[in-house]
């Protein structure tokens, strides 16, 4: 990936680190978070200098419109820590996009490519002994956006704070999932905000998803909302299909969110020589592929997971068994996603953006 022009960001390091703390054999995701954050502030109509200060609480009055109407944005990305011992981001250019795009849904101002691309870089460099060493682990980084106008009332706001968060995560075993396909509970509909990454549309996918738990699943897989007869994707992954032997995934659409991982996964199948079509699945046509045998696997794709098995569907109280569970098309893609990622395999696609001190 092609670096941007540099910027200045003042750094206001942390006297004592947490890094201690952290049992690096055994991360939680979302247990520790680095020694520094990046905040940039939006007032009066323009962005103010960003910079890094060590973690800590924001002080915010409870009337912070964030708080009351979910004017809040986010991302999700990863840092790597290749073989060769540097650090990469990767993909850090599309989740930009991505940012601007849930932006524009949201009537927000967005920073610049400068600040998010450099604002992470050096973040990760001043933090890097945070990226894990071993192979499946990685620095998880949190840009999010929210609205900071303390005037109690529905409105767009005149003034953000957009921060940087940084997260160790620990080598993921993606433990096959049960998934039940949701049709009575919607997650997104046309029109709605589903391909935006804000915090809306997690808090109302929180009960259908307890619900599913309740009844034995794992996550529930969405259908459209208008009539849910289509699949959409699941919790926080895309959904990929195995269809006689063809990789199939819902096309994207305004209430599927764009996924990098699901981008990555098509390219690296398209050049491998596997056939792939993105096309509308219904949920009748899965369950006959099911019946007659012609599903092969299922997984879901997204940066927390890479590639998450599914063992089971359940369509309508009837729960159907994959015959390929943790290997095939998904373990090999997996595997090719990694290879680049942990620098095994050379970047062909310009994805790695690496880390300078
Ligand atoms: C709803 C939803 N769909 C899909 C994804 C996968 O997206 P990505 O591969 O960019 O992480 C995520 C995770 O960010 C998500 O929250």
């Given at each position: 990936?092609?670096?941007?022009?540099s910027?200045?960001i003042p750094?206001?390091?942390?006297?004592?680190?947490?890094?201690?703390?952290?049992?690096?054999?055994?991360?939680?995701?979302g247990l520790y978070t680095?020694d520094h954050?990046?905040?940039?502030?939006?007032?009066?109509g323009?962005?103010q200098?960003?910079?890094?200060?060590?973690f800590?609480a924001?002080?915010l009055l409870p009337?912070?419109?964030?708080?009351?109407?979910?004017?809040?944005?986010?991302?999700?990305?990863?840092?790597f820590?290749t073989?060769?011992?540097?650090?990469?981001?990767?993909?850090?250019?599309?989740?930009?996009?991505?940012?601007v795009?849930?932006?524009?849904?949201?009537?927000?101002?967005?920073?610049?490519?400068?600040?998010?691309?450099?604002g992470?870089?050096?973040?990760?460099?001043?933090?890097?002994d945070?990226v894990?060493?071993?192979?499946?682990?990685?620095?998880?980084?949190?840009?999010?956006q929210i609205?900071?106008?303390t005037?109690?009332?529905?409105?767009?706001?005149?003034?953000?704070?957009?921060?940087?968060?940084?997260l160790?995560a620990?080598?993921?075993?993606?433990?096959?999932?049960?998934?039940?396909?949701e049709?009575?509970?919607?997650r997104?509909?046309?029109?709605?905000?589903?391909?935006?990454?804000?915090?809306g549309?997690y808090?109302?996918?929180?009960?259908?998803?307890?619900k599913?738990k309740?009844?034995?699943?794992?996550?529930?897989?969405?259908?459209?909302?208008?009539?849910?007869?289509?699949?959409e994707?699941?919790?926080?992954?895309n959904?990929?299909?195995?269809?006689?032997?063809?990789?199939v995934?819902?096309?994207?659409?305004?209430?599927i969110?764009?996924?990098?991982?699901r981008d990555s996964?098509i390219t690296?199948?398209?050049?491998?020589?596997?056939?792939v079509?993105?096309?509308?699945i219904?949920v009748?046509?899965l369950?006959e592929?099911?019946e007659?045998g012609r599903?092969?696997?299922?997984?879901g794709?997204?940066?927390?997971?890479?590639?998450?098995?599914?063992?089971?569907?359940?369509?309508?109280?009837?729960?159907?068994?994959?015959?390929?569970?943790?290997?095939g098309?998904?373990?090999?893609?997996?595997?090719?996603?990694?290879?680049?990622?942990?620098?095994?395999?050379?970047?062909?696609?310009?994805?790695?953006f690496?880390?300078?001190?």
């Amino acid at each position: 990936m092609e670096t941007t022009t540099s910027i200045y960001i003042p750094v206001h390091r942390s006297y004592h680190s947490r890094i201690t703390e952290v049992d690096w054999e055994n991360i939680e995701l979302g247990l520790y978070t680095s020694d520094h954050m990046l905040v940039c502030d939006y007032a009066d109509g323009a962005w103010q200098g960003p910079e890094i200060i060590p973690f800590g609480a924001f002080s915010l009055l409870p009337t912070t419109l964030a708080f009351h109407y979910g004017q809040t944005i986010f991302e999700g990305l990863k840092a790597f820590r290749t073989v060769d011992g540097r650090i990469q981001i990767f993909r850090p250019d599309r989740h930009y996009e991505r940012m601007v795009k849930s932006a524009e849904r949201l009537c927000m101002p967005v920073v610049s490519k400068e600040v998010f691309i450099e604002g992470l870089s050096r973040l990760v460099a001043l933090d890097k002994d945070w990226v894990p060493g071993q192979e499946g682990g990685a620095l998880y980084l949190r840009p999010f956006q929210i609205a900071v106008d303390t005037r109690l009332s529905v409105k767009v706001s005149d003034s953000y704070r957009f921060a940087i968060v940084c997260l160790p995560a620990g080598q993921y075993f993606a433990k096959p999932v049960r998934v039940k396909v949701e049709r009575e509970y919607t997650r997104a509909v046309r029109g709605g905000t589903g391909a935006a990454k804000c915090g809306g549309n997690y808090g109302g996918a929180l009960y259908p998803t307890q619900k599913a738990k309740e009844e034995g699943y794992d996550q529930v897989l969405w259908t459209d909302g208008q009539h849910h007869d289509y699949i959409e994707e699941s919790g926080m992954m895309n959904v990929f299909f195995v269809i006689d032997g063809v990789l199939v995934t819902p096309p994207s659409s305004d209430s599927i969110l764009d996924g990098i991982t699901r981008d990555s996964l098509i390219t690296l199948a398209k050049t491998a020589g596997i056939p792939v079509e993105e096309r509308p699945i219904s949920v009748d046509m899965l369950r006959e592929a099911i019946e007659r045998g012609r599903v092969q696997e299922a997984f879901g794709a997204g940066t927390a997971a890479v590639v998450s098995p599914i063992r089971v569907i359940g369509i309508d109280g009837i729960d159907y068994t994959l015959p390929v569970v943790g290997g095939g098309i998904g373990a090999e893609l997996k595997e090719s996603l990694d290879a680049i990622r942990y620098g095994r395999k050379e970047d062909v696609f310009g994805w790695n953006f690496y880390v300078t001190d």
